[in-house]
């Protein structure tokens, strides 16, 4: 599951930064969508950094640094989007504000395979 909403992050609004080796990626929004923020928090667990804090009118958060992030940072938008699941392209249309991920949106168990954090 992270590795989708790492996916659709970085098909949306995400970006990796850093050398190698210490390559982090940094997700961020408008505060009007912090509840989505803290949603991805919450799914990425050991790999998010610092909790979300707000600068000038967005609310974002930093990864740690992973050689996952070095993997992506050589892969093509093409082949981000081959590697694409139903989770990563609801967090990509997401970002992009083609949709909206609410929890009360699912079935029980969709939102449990879906929405959880474990």
Do not use: C
Not at 10 to 39: C, E, K, N, T
Not at 78 to 90: D, S, T
């Amino acid at each position: 599951m992270q590795f989708q909403v790492i996916l659709g992050s970085l098909l949306g609004d995400a970006r990796i930064f850093g050398g190698p080796f210490d390559r982090r990626m940094r997700i961020g929004h408008q505060v009007a969508r912090a509840s989505y923020v803290w949603w991805k928090y919450d799914r990425l667990g050991a790999l998010a950094s610092e909790a979300p804090a707000e600068r000038d009118g967005r609310l974002s958060f930093t990864t740690i640094a992973h050689p996952l992030f070095d993997d992506l940072s050589t892969l093509s938008r093409n082949r981000l989007v081959e590697l694409i699941a139903p989770l990563g392209l609801a967090v990509w249309m997401t970002d992009v504000g083609r949709l909206e991920l609410r929890a009360d949106a699912f079935l029980p168990a969709q939102r449990r395979f879906a929405l959880s954090a474990s």
